[in-house]
């Protein structure tokens, strides 16, 4: 038997710039963070949840600091959503610094514990209204990007490395290699993950207590569920069988791979949906959007994502829709992905229909 890759291993993000992720998709999602703005606005949340917050694009940090909330930013990805924000946290903008702390936040010393509050302003909108952009102790540092020598994290945000999907995927993807090494050719290794998935419980979400917030935001998240464990799968698949053995099951692979990645999918949003529930307090709301048809770059043809009718089906299964909430966010919208292709993306707002967990 050969050697495959763990998990661990092979989820670990590569070292790439926030500004290289920043250029790729920011564009794309900038309509779901004026969304998001728009929502944080009229609900003026005590505590708000970004699932999924990667490399913060959709995220509308300046609003949320204002907002003086409690912001959690969860993602797998270690780290990814803390380089972000301290990627952004001060900018040139003319030729002033500005640091997203000392112009914006409602409770400065929250995200910072160096911020001057004798010298300073200490109301937002004092601080606005004489147009302060930097503290009294802002040291800067003229690195690429710009940032403060004095900078001290405080209580905000608070970065989650966490599985959204209540845990799900990442115990899912864990026991792939050993399922796989157990089984005598690819059929058998997709049949007896189907019969695994079918077992699986859920493990641990994000770290936070059951009913304790009132904003979660899971934006464009859900769409992606499934393509990291299903990538990690196929290349277990080639890492552990010898290409005669592959090619011998090669005109079966794709009904097999259809009927794993759909269940693999509904299993893990399932967990999404409950890890939700269980986390929002009544009267709490969900901002949630999914890519519902797509066109690839150089086509005209647009199609529907394969996980779509099952997203929608789990989402009326567990939550209603607040289409009141604030009107005119949930229009659809056409989206450039970072591939060249057109998204058309939908957003909800929703409340859980009752706990289910
Ligand atoms: C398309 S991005 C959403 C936009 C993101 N906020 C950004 O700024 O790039 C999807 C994010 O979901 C994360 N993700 C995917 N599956 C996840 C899971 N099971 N648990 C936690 N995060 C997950 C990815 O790491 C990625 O950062």
New binding site residues.
């Given amino acids: 038997m050969k050697t495959v890759q763990d998990w661990q291993e092979y989820s670990r993000p590569r070292a790439v710039s926030v500004e290289y992720?920043r250029r790729k998709?920011s564009n794309f999602?900038t309509g779901q963070q004026a969304n998001i703005s728009a929502l944080i606005g009229v609900l003026q949340p005590e505590s708000v949840l970004?699932?999924?917050?990667?490399?913060?694009?959709?995220?509308p940090m300046e609003d949320l600091a204002a907002q003086g909330c409690a912001v959690h930013l969860?993602?797998?990805?270690p780290d990814?959503s803390r380089h972000?924000f301290l990627h952004d946290l001060v900018q040139l903008v003319g030729e002033r610094y500005a640091c997203l702390v000392c112009r914006q936040a409602k409770n400065p010393t929250d995200y910072c514990g160096n911020f001057n509050l004798e010298t300073n302003l200490t109301s937002r909108a004092d601080r606005v209204a004489a147009d302060a952009t930097v503290c009294g102790n802002f040291e800067v540092d003229e690195a690429r990007p710009p940032h403060c020598r004095a900078y001290l994290p405080g209580i905000n945000p608070i970065f989650h490395e966490?599985?959204?999907?209540q845990g799900r995927?990442?115990d899912f993807a864990e026991q792939i290699p050993k399922l796989i090494a157990r089984t005598k050719s690819p059929r058998k290794s997709f049949a007896k993950a189907i019969t695994k998935l079918r077992s699986m419980k859920s493990g641990i979400g994000v770290p936070m207590a059951d009913g304790s917030v009132d904003l979660i935001t899971s934006?464009?998240?859900a769409?992606?569920?499934d393509f990291?464990p299903f990538s990690y799968f196929q290349k277990c698949i080639l890492q552990n069988f010898s290409s005669g053995v592959v090619e011998k099951d090669k005109n079966h692979l794709k009904d097999w791979e259809l009927e794993f990645r759909n269940d693999l999918f509904r299993f893990?949003m399932e967990g999404?949906c409950r890890e939700i529930v269980r986390l929002l307090r009544p009267n709490g709301r969900v901002y949630f959007s999914i890519e519902t048809a797509h066109r690839r770059a150089g086509s005209r043809e647009w199609f529907q994502p394969e996980t779509l009718p099952a997203t929608l089906e789990l989402i009326g299964t567990y939550f209603n829709f607040d289409f009141d909430a604030v009107p005119g966010i949930l229009a659809p919208e056409f989206a450039q992905t970072g591939t060249d292709g057109t998204s058309l993306i939908q957003s909800y707002i929703l409340s859980a229909k009752s706990p289910m967990n």
């Fill in positions: 992720h998709t999602l970004c699932m999924g917050a990667g490399y913060l694009n959709d995220i969860a993602d797998w990805l990814v972000a966490a599985d959204v999907t995927a990442v934006s464009m998240v769409s992606q569920f990291e893990l999404h």
